[in-house]
């Protein structure tokens, strides 16, 4: 059948955080005991086992995961170390948009002018999209589902279903493209859509793993898929 629409992943999809193989906004530096009183590795075992309320909307922003996370470990979060770390992620998650591939709007052109109908699925939180709006990505899409705002993150059945019901195509017309972050692909293949790999963000070690979904290597090979 012939495909209407396709669904996008964002990060490492569309943007990436990282550039020939760096990040390009390092976490190296960022102290937590310093700041909070807790280990770096404590720190990140806690923001771990919030993944899914972080994803879901539960927690309504980063400061408010933050004292959470001090409140857990018995510690208190000041004003200045609660506005110094969330000021340095949203500047964190900022970097991608300013720098996106000649190659992914060249894509994401190609699929306009073919009559392709396009979205977004992302599992995020309010801080790591604060940058969507300014970036060059919004006009290519008609529908944009954020997990924290939808209240359901990939795999979940629903944020697709969801995607489809709003763009007003039928599942099995349409794909969905992402680096295979949150198993989003065979929650995508789950929910009725075709999912392709995207590993051109993919570092090669990872890249060749089986997922058990097409490759795409280049985000022009997406164009090839559909004429076919």
Known sequence: MHTQAVFFDL??????EYKDGVRRASRAGRNYQELLGISNETFKREWGLRQTPRMTGQFPDYPS???DIAACCGVECSEESLERLYTERIEEKA??????SPDI???LDGLKKRGIRLGL?????????????ASVLPPY???????YKAGCAKPDAR??????????VRPELALFVGDGGSNELDGARAAGLTAYHATWFIPDSISGKITGHPKLAKPAQLLDEIAM
């Open 11 to 16: 990060y490492e999809t569309l943007i990436s």
């Open 65 to 67: 995961v933050v004292q």
């Open 95 to 100: 970097a991608p948009f300013a720098d996106i």
């Open 105 to 107: 709007t060249g894509m």
């Open 121 to 133: 699925i992302s599992n995020c939180t309010e801080e790591e999209v604060r940058a969507w709006d």
């Open 141 to 147: 899409f008609e529908i944009v589902l954020f997990s």
């Open 159 to 168: 944020i697709y279903e969801l995607a489809c019901s709003r763009l007003g």
